[in-house]
């Protein structure tokens, strides 16, 4: 019988050591590092959960590429090898295709990197899918038992998805600490820093009745999960929410999502919201400096979102603000006046990143276009925590530095102790709101 082996290059990566080291330091940092390293590869997962009954897989996530999980993969002697990576993580999935190769061992390519840079994943993959790779995986599966795999598979961007895979969350293992699930793929905005909301193909709505089995499923191996929704923007989309609510408060799940501030504006939203099991909700708040464009509706002034914000937590729903760094027009005493603001407002969670110029987003080919991208750093310093570009007003290190001290201060224990008592205190408006 076939078989494959799903390989997702997982993991929390930093570059730049000084951050690195104050970021093991802090006490605001570590929980969240530690919760994205551990999220399993939906995309993978679903992929499997499209086999035909001939195939047999094993799914081993990965931080790197080394001798222990080289051996582990040439003994299971696969017909296929299947890698996902993201950019900060494509040269250790480079070297494992390049490796693989050497043993004769057939792989195949995908996610928003190889997406984005399909003639370059070319060169170390056997096969790379740019795209959905749903729409070209059982073409894939059937070229490589006929020992003919193409070196690339372009997946039609605009078909629509009638069939929602369930993915094969058994694959994982016990103690799985995170599940993730999708209730949309995409986003109806373009936010030019953003490769996820368009680059895989359009924005769709999965039917609730997907959604419930996929619920079903993980419920099957734990009674109370913990689930990340791997959505753009939850509850973006046109549909009626009620459905999807219904079906996420039936399941008994508790999970974290992301949004935009408008839910507060969606009475229907904002009222099931909590009873629905969602305890935190990321909100991209963004640059405080900059407009980024593709925003649509999303794009507000600060003072609306903030107040939606608190409309969110007042409803029971901790609100996790993400704000990027770095964006045009950023300078010292910007940056001083978003400390004090991050120190001082009603936000439950803070989410802290550098402006970061992905492959296949607009941001990545204006700085490109402008000579702005950094060539002696690679793919491996697109982190979100790494500078890859020369920002406009500051030096690199100028950038560098003053990143540091804002995450010095926005996590420091003092900092990070304000927050949880919160998050404690929306619980407890939580509970006396149900009882």
């Known amino acids: 019988m076939p078989h494959v082996i799903f390989v997702p290059l997982t993991g929390f990566r930093i570059r730049e050591q000084e951050l690195l080291a104050l970021g093991m330091s802090l006490p605001g940092l570590l929980p969240r590092a530690k919760a994205i390293g551990q999220l399993p590869a939906l995309g993978l997962l679903t992929l499997a959960g499209m086999l035909p009954e001939q195939w047999t897989c094993a799914y081993r996530p990965a931080m790197r590429c080394d001798e222990e999980l080289l051996a582990w993969l040439v003994d299971q002697r696969p017909d296929l090898v299947a890698i996902s990576a993201l950019t900060a993580s494509i040269d250790e999935a480079y070297h494992l295709c390049d490796s ?22 070319a060169r170390h993959a056997t096969a790379v899918v740019a795209g959905s790779g749903e729409g070209v995986w059982r073409q894939v599966l059937a070229d490589c038992e006929a020992g003919r795999l193409a070196p690339l598979y372009r997946a039609p961007r605009n078909a629509p998805t009638d069939e929602w895979p369930l993915p094969r969350f058994d694959l994982l293992g016990p103690d799985v600490p995170r599940f993730t699930l999708q209730t949309e793929r995409g986003c109806p905005w373009a936010c030019d820093f953003c490769a996820a909301s368009r680059l895989l193909g359009p924005f769709q709505e999965k039917p609730a009745a997907a959604v419930e089995r996929e619920l079903a499923a993980i419920r099957c191996l734990d009674s109370r ?4 929704l791997a959505d753009d923007n939850t509850f973006a989309g046109p549909r009626d929410p009620a459905e999807l609510l219904a079906t996420l408060k039936a399941a008994g799940i508790r999970y974290f999502t992301e949004s935009d501030w408008r839910i507060a504006d969606r009475p229907a939203v904002l009222a099931g919201l909590a009873d629905s099991g969602c305890v935190q909700v990321l909100l991209g708040i963004e640059s405080l400096v900059f407009r980024y464009p593709g925003m649509g509706e999303k794009q507000a002034e600060l003072a609306k979102m903030m107040e939606a914000a608190e409309r969110i937590q007042a409803a029971g729903v901790a609100v996790n603000g993400c ?4 964006a045009e027009g950023e300078t010292r005493e910007s940056l001083d006046r978003l400390t004090r603001f991050l120190l001082d407002c009603p936000l439950a969670e803070v989410q802290l990143t550098l402006q970061t110029p992905f492959p296949g987003t607009a941001l990545y080919r204006r700085l490109r276009a402008q000579g702005r991208l950094l060539p002696e ?8 925590f790494d500078v890859a570009y020369q920002p406009d007003l500051l030096s690199v290190s100028e950038l560098e530095r003053a990143f540091r001290e804002v995450v010095a201060a926005v996590f420091s224990p003092t900092a990070t102790e304000r927050r949880s008592q919160i998050r404690r205190q929306i619980m407890k408006g939580k509970r006396e709101d149900r009882s």
């Open 100 to 121: 693989l190769r050497e043993r004769d061992i057939a792989t195949v390519l995908g996610g928003l990197h190889a997406t984005a840079c399909p003639v370059e994943a």
């Open 225 to 228: 999960p913990l689930v990340e």
């Open 377 to 384: 750093r690679g793919w491996p310093c697109y982190t979100l």
């Open 323 to 326: 704000f990027i760094v770095g």
